[in-house]
């Protein structure tokens, strides 16, 4: 987990994302649809670098307990792309959340994210119009 997120989600290091998500892997967070497979987690992850530059995940907490582990976590970014479909602000923004992973005991299977989505809208929206979808 923590190579996960200092090495892919941070460093974006798509070679990573290959070695350590199972082929199977299936992804779902609060700010996008599933995916399925490393490729479809680097898609999803090049979209939020392109939105967010300097792009964070910092681990709080962590409980593991067998092929199982869940975190608190920070997520940080600098607003310089479309996201939430609000034109780039330039502002930092930062939210919390926890991931649910589960493993193979050698690759990661699943991972499931949940995002403080309306702290994220907060910090977009001047006009208290922010859309609902990334």
Request: glycine share 10%.
């Amino acid at each position: 987990m923590e190579r996960f997120y200092r090495e892919v989600w941070t460093r974006a290091d798509e070679a990573v994302a290959h070695e350590i998500l199972h082929p199977g892997f299936r992804f779902r967070a609060s700010l996008g649809p599933e995916k399925t497979g490393p490729e479809g987690f680097i898609e999803y992850m090049r979209l939020i670098h392109a939105a967010l530059s300097g792009y964070t995940c910092t681990i709080l907490d962590v409980i593991e307990q067998g092929d199982r582990a869940a975190a608190r976590l920070r997520f940080a970014g600098l607003h310089r792309g479309t996201f939430f479909g609000v034109a780039p602000t330039g502002r930092e923004i930062a939210w919390s959340g926890a991931a649910f992973f589960a493993t193979d005991d050698s690759r990661i299977t699943s991972l499931w994210v949940l995002g403080d989505v309306d702290a994220v809208k907060q910090q977009l929206d001047q006009d208290g119009r922010a859309p609902l979808t990334p």
